[in-house]
């Protein structure tokens, strides 16, 4: 091939790669461009006015998202805020904030995607959002801001969604209990949250089969753990152990006077109770002179860390206890605490388990002053506070307050 033609097919293809290049970086910026610059957003009656886009693709310390949100129709609703392809990334924070109030100063981070659920907005009302990431380490983030109704049902779930507070997890102050009003906490276990009510709550009371009844955990499939709100007047030792060998909590005293009171009591609701797993947890963690120490034993008297999962067997059953976890959770702790809403003035039972010492079992309760009590034997007698779970599929009546509880009814 004569030189000159050589010159002619590499300017052809160098011209050919730069129009490829342009044109590739061309619709980059274009679509840079669409998710960075102001938009406005129909979606079922929210008018959604993106600032500076709904994009966040930066690698910056700090970057910000202003958005608004207005309600255009006559009737108030609910939505939601969340984070698409979020950064799984602790060391990238953010803080929400609102000028009217609803979300002040909350901050997490990217591990978590749903910023905000169930927010009401009221008929040609807006709300104003700042969303404030903090990136210290400069890592990439790419991250889409999304907004939409929240799906809003005469459920139990939605109905306490409304009206809560919703906190994460890693904000509550296990070792020292808590006295504040209620709110959610929220944990992040499966794809739908977990929530727990904490603190001196008062609109968390069930009316159900003649019998007043606590709000405990909003499950993430939906059901609702509850605990009778007195214990019963008739005490019980749990008896789990047969000449010296644990058995399943279905084959305990305890168990056979729950039983009891389900049949005598509830059995006309029976179809509103589901069949649940109840958490006795005899993992053991340590042996120390012949004593053997359960899991729950540094959990919950040294390091303060209650967990919603079951690291030990399980029982299947349409009533049983609390766990040690569950009062933690809701603000009890290992002092003396009067104020969160499972505060009873009597001794209480939890089903789980602490040590084994000298061939016998020792279990947790929750004293007179409402703090978590260790090295329990199984054969003390103390009142019996049963807990059932309520099936997904109920609408409610009612506010939760101890005036008006929630009465529940099959869809």
């Given at each position: 091939m004569r030189p000159k033609y050589k010159v002619s097919l590499i300017i052809i293809l160098i011209s050919l790669l730069c129009t490829v290049f342009i044109a590739f970086n061309y619709r980059n910026f274009q679509h840079f461009k669409e998710n960075t610059m102001a938009m406005i957003k129909v979606k079922s009656g929210l008018s959604i006015n993106y600032l500076n886009g709904n994009r966040v693709q930066t690698?910056?310390?700090t970057y910000e998202l202003d958005f608004s949100i207005t309600n255009t129709q006559t009737e108030p609703i609910y939505y939601y805020i969340?984070?698409?392809?979020?950064?799984?990334?602790?060391?990238?924070?953010?803080k929400l904030v609102n000028l009217e109030g609803i979300i002040n100063d909350l901050s997490d981070n990217l591990t978590k995607n749903n910023l905000v659920n169930m927010v009401a907005i009221e008929p040609g009302q807006t709300h104003n959002f700042s969303l404030i990431f903090y990136n210290p380490h400069k890592k990439e983030i790419d991250s889409e801001l999304s907004i939409d109704l929240a799906k809003v049902d005469s459920s139990l779930k939605s109905n306490i969604l409304k009206a809560n507070k919703v906190v994460s997890q890693e904000e509550a102050d296990y070792e020292n209990g808590t006295s504040?009003?209620?709110y959610l906490l929220e944990l992040d276990l499966e794809d739908e949250p977990t929530y727990y009510f904490r603190g001196n709550a008062s609109n968390n009371y069930v009316l159900l089969a003649n019998y007043l009844w606590r709000i405990v955990r909003i499950n993430a499939d939906g059901t609702s753990l509850l605990v009778l709100n007195e214990p019963l007047e008739d005490s019980s030792p749990i008896n789990a152990s047969n000449e010296n060998s644990l058995t399943t909590f279905l084959d305990s005293t305890i168990y056979q006077n729950l039983a009891n009171?389900?049949?005598?009591?509830?059995?006309?609701?029976?179809?509103?109770?589901?069949?649940?797993?109840?958490?006795t947890d005899d993992n053991a963690q340590s042996e120390?002179?012949?004593?053997?120490?359960?899991?729950?034993?540094?959990?919950?008297?040294?390091?303060?860390?209650?967990?919603?999962?079951c690291p030990g067997t399980t029982s299947t059953a349409k009533i049983g206890l609390l766990t040690a976890d569950d009062v933690m959770f809701a603000g009890g702790t290992t002092i003396a605490n009067k104020s969160y809403y499972l505060y009873t003035p009597s001794i209480w039972w939890t089903m789980t388990l602490q040590k084994k010492?000298?061939?016998?079992?020792?279990?947790?309760?929750?004293?007179?002053?409402?703090?978590?009590?260790?090295?329990?034997?199984?054969?003390?007698?103390?009142?019996?506070?049963?807990?059932?779970?309520?099936?997904?599929?109920?609408?409610?009546?009612?506010?939760?307050?101890?005036?008006?509880?929630?009465?529940?009814?099959?869809?």
């Open positions: 690698n910056e310390d969340k984070l698409l392809n979020n950064v799984s990334n602790s060391e990238i924070s953010y504040e009003a209620s009171f389900y049949d005598e009591n509830l059995k006309d609701v029976d179809e509103l109770i589901a069949n649940a797993k109840y958490c120390e002179e012949g004593t053997i120490f359960y899991l729950p034993n540094t959990r919950i008297f040294t390091n303060f860390a209650p967990v919603a999962t010492e000298n061939g016998q079992y020792y279990y947790i309760g929750v004293d007179e002053n409402g703090s978590l009590l260790q090295d329990q034997l199984e054969t003390n007698t103390y009142r019996i506070r049963p807990a059932i779970t309520l099936i997904k599929k109920l609408s409610t009546t009612g506010v939760g307050t101890i005036e008006d509880p929630f009465v529940v009814k099959a869809m």
